[in-house]
């Protein structure tokens, strides 16, 4: 399966929709996405909707919490939008959820 990412604003918040499988074939693009998104939108919370992807391997991981720590050296950060209950175990379970806000829903 491929991955998808779509910036978008919704209202004036910039979200960057992903979808697929996020492994070892598919991180290049999403950490390009990411960081197109980032210093796009410098210094701005983006939103990282999760709801549509199915697989999130640990690579896909490191290139979330790459993309926090980029956006944070200027003054933004990223947040992740999802309520897929595997994806929200894996991120209690890893920690994520104690690195990047993680919330249900894309409005603000």
């Known amino acids: 399966m491929d991955l998808t990412c779509r910036l978008q604003l919704v209202g004036d918040a910039p979200v960057l929709a992903v979808a697929g499988v996020i492994d070892l074939a ?21 939103v990282v909707d999760l709801d549509g992807v ?9 290139i979330l919490l790459g993309a926090a720590a980029t956006a944070r050296r200027d003054g933004g950060d990223i947040q992740i939008a999802c309520s897929t209950p595997g994806l929200l175990d894996r991120f ?8 990047i806000t993680v ?6």
């Not at 209690?92 to 690195?99: E, K, M, Q, V």
């Open 26 to 46: 598919t991180v290049p693009l999403l950490r390009d996405e990411l960081l197109r998104s980032v210093h796009r939108h410098r210094g701005q919370i983006v």
């Open 54 to 62: 199915s697989v999130l391997d640990d690579t896909g991981l490191g």
């Open 92 to 99: 209690a379970l890893t920690g994520l959820d104690r690195a």
């Open 103 to 108: 919330r249900p829903r894309i409005t603000r």
